[in-house]
């Protein structure tokens, strides 16, 4: 049985997760959204399913992908199997995607003990590394408990005032099409438009294929746009890439993180 002295968070490699992957303590989650979970599903082996959208967003809210509550994530977590003392690797299978949302999550409710796969299931593949076909049998309920950060995230009112703060940068992770207004919105209805005195920093500028870029490559990213300490709030779509964003901010060192979770669908509908 392998044991982990040297996880690192909050990124690490698919040679890492490979060559720990029989740990007892760690703990495999795949939090690809819109994921059909049945027997023909591929997997990294042990992996179980992270379902963002049915069990760890409040799925009564207005607006989609919205926190969930404490307890809510708590009894999801714990049927999930995870533990206090667990070591937990998330993946997407598009590479770094919405495993970023996952990882904030537990950030949001206490726990720091989590890191994202770089390149996730792609990546994986690549390397010719083994694969389950199969669901992940879960027979013991974790013991987690979930303690919420409010500071991590913030909402309409929070993400109003922060837009005055001159102590604030707040990033928008959507394409400069639809950040410039030039597209229109991809949900129904929505309006087109920006959160007053942000910047555009669409995610997809972070990657090279799969994986993020090197710490370097994204230090220099961001000290384009950060002139000083600040604090970061991200925003997107729904508050799955925001997510992104804040990965690759923790990656480069920078603290003072916040993710608006409604994001422009929230924004744009409450001020239109």
Same mark, same amino acid.
């Given at each position: 049985?392998?044991?982990?002295?040297?996880?690192?968070?909050?990124?690490?490699?698919?040679?890492? %997760?490979?060559?720990?992957?029989?740990?007892?303590?760690?703990?495999?989650?795949?939090?690809?959204?819109?994921?059909?979970?049945?027997?023909?599903?591929?997997?990294?082996?042990?992996? $179980?399913?992270?379902?963002?959208?049915?069990?760890?967003?409040?799925?009564?809210?207005?607006?989609?992908?919205?926190?969930?509550?404490?307890?809510?994530?708590?009894?999801?977590?714990?049927? /999930?199997?995870?533990?206090?003392?667990?070591?937990?690797?998330? #993946?997407?299978?598009?590479?770094?995607?919405?495993?970023?949302?996952?990882?904030?999550?537990?950030?949001?409710?206490?726990?720091?003990?989590?890191?994202?796969?770089?390149?996730?299931?792609?990546?994986?593949?690549?390397? +010719?590394?083994?694969?389950?076909?199969?669901?992940?049998?879960?027979? *013991?309920?974790?013991?987690?408990?979930?303690? #919420?950060?409010?500071? !991590?995230?913030?909402?309409?009112?929070?993400?109003?005032?922060?837009?005055?703060?001159?102590?604030?940068?707040? !990033?928008?992770? $959507?394409?400069?099409? $639809?950040?410039?207004? /030039?597209?229109?919105?991809?949900?129904?209805?929505?309006? $087109?438009?920006?959160?007053?005195?942000?910047?555009?920093?669409?995610?997809?500028? %972070?990657?090279?294929? #799969?994986?993020?870029?090197?710490?370097?490559?994204?230090?220099?990213?961001?000290?384009? *746009?950060?002139?000083?300490?600040?604090?970061?709030?991200?925003?997107?779509?729904?508050?799955?890439?925001?997510?992104?964003?804040? %990965?690759?901010?923790?990656?480069?060192?920078?603290?003072?993180?916040?993710? #608006?979770? +409604?994001?422009?669908?929230?924004? +744009?509908? *409450?001020?239109?």
């Amino acid at each position: 049985m392998s044991t982990i002295s040297d996880f690192q968070t909050p990124l690490v490699t698919v040679q890492w %997760l490979k060559s720990h992957i029989s740990a007892k303590e760690l703990v495999v989650l795949d939090a690809t959204i819109n994921k059909v979970v049945d027997s023909s599903t591929e997997r990294i082996p042990s992996a $179980r399913f992270f379902d963002i959208k049915k069990n760890f967003s409040d799925i009564k809210a207005t607006f989609p992908s919205k926190l969930p509550s404490s307890d809510q994530f708590q009894t999801e977590a714990r049927k /999930l199997g995870v533990n206090n003392n667990a070591i937990i690797v998330v #993946y997407d299978d598009k590479g770094v995607y919405s495993s970023a949302r996952a990882w904030w999550l537990f950030k949001v409710f206490g726990f720091d003990n989590v890191a994202v796969l770089d390149g996730g299931l792609p990546e994986w593949k690549a390397n +010719g590394f083994n694969m389950d076909y199969y669901a992940n049998e879960i027979n *013991l309920k974790g013991n987690f408990e979930a303690y #919420y950060s409010p500071g !991590l995230m913030t909402d309409f009112k929070g993400v109003n005032v922060f837009s005055q703060d001159t102590n604030t940068l707040i !990033l928008d992770a $959507r394409s400069e099409a $639809r950040f410039k207004c /030039l597209v229109d919105e991809p949900r129904d209805g929505l309006r $087109r438009g920006t959160i007053p005195n942000s910047k555009n920093l669409p995610y997809t500028e %972070l990657f090279n294929g #799969y994986k993020l870029k090197s710490k370097e490559e994204l230090s220099e990213i961001f000290n384009n *746009l950060v002139e000083e300490e600040r604090i970061l709030v991200f925003s997107c779509g729904s508050g799955i890439t925001a997510c992104i964003l804040a %990965l690759a901010a923790t990656q480069c060192g920078y603290n003072n993180l916040v993710v #608006y979770d +409604g994001s422009w669908t929230e924004y +744009g509908t *409450l001020t239109a």
